[in-house]
């Protein structure tokens, strides 16, 4: 989620532990919730769970309970029933985005929303190592922003870098053979700390000395010259010099490109990144049945929640939804124990 949704994510965790060192709240870690426990009425009043260190089934109640669980962009299975055309893709999240909470929910009677919309991000990052690994780095959208432009296996740009997600993933789709990522030093005085995390930590960039390196590499793979290069970058350049370019770009960051430049490259596809569905909720954040009715002291929000963003969401808006759902839900809560 980068490094907006590191501090926030990071910063919530603070609080968590300090609320918990001073009795306020319990942390139970390895533990996967199986289901939700009701009363005779069917309120929700608790939820069962696996101790997956000590084994056995264990139960938590309370007054209420909130799913925020994530979405499912790991699960191979929710994708094959729910969004079949991208179950191949890579993703950008992790093994502990599996959807649970909404396959729990669902099993309790909760309306499940909006599930065949699955965001796919024009650039994840391509690991040299493992290639192959369900798992890849998000080449974050600041990158492109700051000049950063994709090359195809002819060492041409055939898009818009600045363009709507779907758009990106669309031209990606339809070049064959690998795409690259490509910085120069103007782009990556823009977003350095960036640079720097992909480049040293993540080592999903590589250095080169100039084009002509580059080129050189490219010459082995796809006997491309180091003239199609140099003349991709005098187009861009001309390009930001008349304020017009075929493929739509409005601006033209991080020129001028130029031969003797150290570069900053990358292989990028398209991922998975976030899920627009979920479990369909009312503004009050109360979980939903199939007939539209509250189920009572349910409650969901974030990324496990459906219908907040339609089809597709904008970029930043996950965490918008995170902290303003989040808090809407905590604050339904605190209504809830006190109208009781």
């Given at each position: 989620?980068?490094?907006?949704?590191?501090?926030?994510?990071?910063?919530?965790?603070?609080?968590?532990?300090?609320?918990?060192?001073?009795?306020?709240?319990?942390?139970?870690?390895?533990?996967?919730?199986?289901?939700?426990?009701?009363?005779?009425?069917?309120?929700?009043?608790?939820?069962?769970?696996?101790?997956?260190?000590?084994?056995?089934?264990?139960?938590?109640?309370?007054?209420?309970?909130?799913?925020?669980?994530?979405?499912?962009?790991?699960?191979?299975?929710?994708?094959?029933?729910?969004?079949?055309?991208?179950?191949?893709?890579?993703?950008?999240?992790?093994?502990?985005?599996?959807?649970?909470?909404?396959?729990?929910?669902?099993?309790?009677?909760?309306?499940?929303?909006?599930?065949?919309?699955?965001?796919?991000?024009?650039?994840?990052?391509?690991?040299?190592?493992?290639?192959?690994?369900?798992?890849?780095?998000?080449?974050?959208?600041?990158?492109?922003?700051?000049?950063?432009?994709?090359?195809?296996?002819?060492?041409?740009?055939?898009?818009?870098?600045?363009?709507?997600?779907?758009?990106?993933?669309?031209?990606?789709?339809?070049?064959?053979?690998?795409?690259?990522?490509?910085?120069?030093?103007?782009?990556?005085?823009?977003?350095?700390?960036?640079?720097?995390?992909?480049?040293?930590?993540?080592?999903?960039?590589?250095?080169?000395?100039?084009?002509?390196?580059?080129?050189?590499?490219?010459?082995?793979?796809?006997n491309i010259p180091v003239e199609h290069l140099i003349d991709t970058f005098d187009t861009y350049n001309e390009s930001a010099r008349k304020g017009w370019c075929p493929s739509g770009?409005?601006?033209?960051?991080?020129?001028?490109?130029?031969?003797?430049?150290?570069?900053?490259?990358?292989?990028?596809?398209?991922?998975?990144?976030?899920?627009?569905?979920?479990?369909?909720?009312?503004?009050?954040?109360?979980?939903?049945?199939?007939?539209?009715?509250?189920?009572?002291?349910?409650?969901?929000?974030?990324?496990?929640?459906?219908?907040?963003?339609?089809?597709?969401?904008?970029?930043?808006?996950?965490?918008?939804?995170?902290?303003?759902?989040?808090?809407?839900?905590?604050?339904?809560?605190?209504?809830?124990?006190?109208?009781?």
């Amino acid at each position: 989620s980068g490094a907006a949704g590191g501090y926030i994510t990071l910063g919530l965790m603070r609080h968590v532990k300090k609320y918990a060192k001073q009795g306020q709240c319990q942390i139970i870690k390895q533990a996967k919730m199986t289901n939700l426990l009701k009363d005779y009425s069917g309120r929700v009043v608790g939820l069962k769970y696996e101790d997956l260190k000590n084994g056995g089934m264990k139960q938590v109640r309370g007054s209420a309970v909130v799913i925020a669980t994530g979405g499912f962009c790991y699960n191979l299975d929710m994708l094959r029933e729910y969004a079949p055309t991208n179950a191949n893709l890579s993703t950008t999240n992790g093994s502990w985005a599996n959807g649970e909470g909404m396959l729990v929910a669902r099993s309790s009677g909760a309306k499940l929303v909006d599930m065949a919309c699955v965001q796919v991000h024009p650039t994840g990052f391509i690991d040299p190592k493992e290639p192959d690994a369900r798992e890849k780095i998000l080449a974050a959208e600041c990158l492109r922003a700051a000049g950063a432009l994709l090359i195809n296996e002819k060492g041409r740009r055939f898009v818009n870098e600045l363009g709507h997600r779907d758009d990106v993933t669309s031209a990606e789709k339809g070049q064959k053979g690998k795409v690259r990522l490509i910085l120069n030093p103007v782009a990556v005085s823009e977003v350095e700390p960036h640079v720097k995390m992909y480049t040293n930590f993540f080592k999903v960039l590589k250095v080169y000395k100039n084009s002509y390196e580059l080129a050189a590499e490219m010459n082995t793979e796809m006997n491309i010259p180091v003239e199609h290069l140099i003349d991709t970058f005098d187009t861009y350049n001309e390009s930001a010099r008349k304020g017009w370019c075929p493929s739509g770009k409005p601006r033209f960051p991080g020129v001028p490109y130029k031969a003797d430049q150290e570069l900053r490259v990358g292989f990028v596809e398209p991922v998975l990144h976030y899920v627009m569905g979920g479990i369909a909720i009312d503004p009050e954040a109360q979980v939903l049945d199939e007939k539209n009715k509250v189920i009572p002291s349910l409650f969901a929000c974030g990324e496990t929640a459906g219908g907040v963003h339609g089809r597709n969401r904008l970029a930043g808006n996950s965490l918008v939804e995170c902290v303003v759902y989040g808090r809407v839900a905590g604050n339904s809560c605190v209504k809830l124990l006190k109208s009781r």
